[in-house]
């Protein structure tokens, strides 16, 4: 479980969705009320629950990639406008190449409001912004998302100590390991949020994590 506040105005919050424990993280403009869903796993009443009692609104969802335990709670935002990288796209209605066929999960349709990207971008979320960084590798479109220059969120292609897998539809080791040589190179000692297990730092990986080398 990660809490945290930034800059005096950003609760986040996180959440372990689904049998495969997918971390799902909300972020909360104190002030606005507006919050930032990132890869909702799997239904879970606790993530609305959690909005409501902030008697917040979800402005929009984040998704780091396009498998099947990062985008199964999408069902409870149809309304939202929801990010993704162009290349994961076509991961959001099928089966196969989201790994769906893991749990047996076959229904799948893309958001209502779509909204994709290719490298980076800035999205603008209250006075601040999400910035994007198209990190490829555990799939051709795997994206982490920086915020404030404080947190990222890494998905898939980073965890404690270790990277995604490559073995999938759209995986590739070496795309990954370039990835992760990226994001070892960015310059502030960024809070590391990824999809499963536990929150980390860049300062803490650059020191035990073997791919950072």
Known sequence: ????????????????????????YAILNI????????????????????????????EFILLTHGHFDHILGLSMFEDVPTYINSLDAELLEDSEKNAGFFINAKEFKKPKKLKTFDDEILIPFCEDHFKTMHTKGHT???SCYI??????????????????????????????????KRIANLKANLKVLPGHGSHTTLEAERANNIYFN
């Open 1 to 24: 479980m990660f809490e945290d506040v930034l800059n005096n105005k950003y609760e986040i919050k996180s959440f372990k969705v689904g049998p495969i424990e997918t971390n799902c």
């Open 140 to 142: 051709r479109g795997s």
């Open 147 to 180: 915020f404030l220059n404080k947190v990222i969120f890494t998905g898939d292609t980073l965890f404690k100590n270790a990277v995604g897998r490559c073995d999938l539809y759209g995986g590739n080791s070496s795309d990954i390991k370039n990835s992760v």
């Open 31 to 58: 002030y606005s009320k507006k919050v930032v869903i990132v890869d909702p796993g799997f239904k879970d009443e606790n993530i609305l629950n959690w909005v409501n009692s902030k008697k917040a609104e979800v």
